[in-house]
Nanobody, 115 residues
Framework: QVQLVESGGGLVQPGGSLRLSCAASGSIFSRNTMGWYRQAPGKERELVAQITSGGSPNYVNSVKGRFTISRDNTNNTVYLQMNNLKPEDTARYFC?????????WGQGTQVTVSS
């Protein structure tokens, strides 16, 4: 049974930083592309960043240069380092495979950027 558990969210001022973690249980992690997604109130969930099993990242334009996705295949963990956060980054952040698998959605972690 696969479980994805996100952590690391919080309240931060504009310009601040947070590091999100996603711990994966099960045997699917190391050979799959992983993604970070976010959902703001009243909006659809969107892909923020993805990373292949070999470590190649890709980002949506709105976070390029500010967010960094990385992974540790030994510890089955994917990270999202978020710098220079903006109020529009406020959302609940989730990890999942890319493409997503519906039954793998976890609870997510809330990121709030506000002064």
């Amino acid at each position: 049974q696969v479980q994805l558990v996100e952590s690391g969210g919080g309240l931060v001022q504009p310009g601040g930083s947070l590091r999100l973690s996603c711990a994966a249980s099960g045997s699917i992690f190391s050979r799959n592309t992983m993604g970070w997604y976010r959902q703001a109130p009243g909006k659809e969930r969107e892909l923020v960043a993805q990373i292949t099993s070999g470590g190649s990242p890709n980002y949506v334009n709105s976070v390029k240069g500010r967010f960094t996705i990385s992974r540790d295949n030994t510890n089955n963990t994917v990270y999202l380092q978020m710098n220079n956060l903006k109020p529009e980054d406020t959302a609940r952040y989730f990890c999942n495979l890319f493409p997503t698998v519906r039954q793998f959605w976890g609870q997510g972690t809330q990121v709030t950027v506000s002064s």
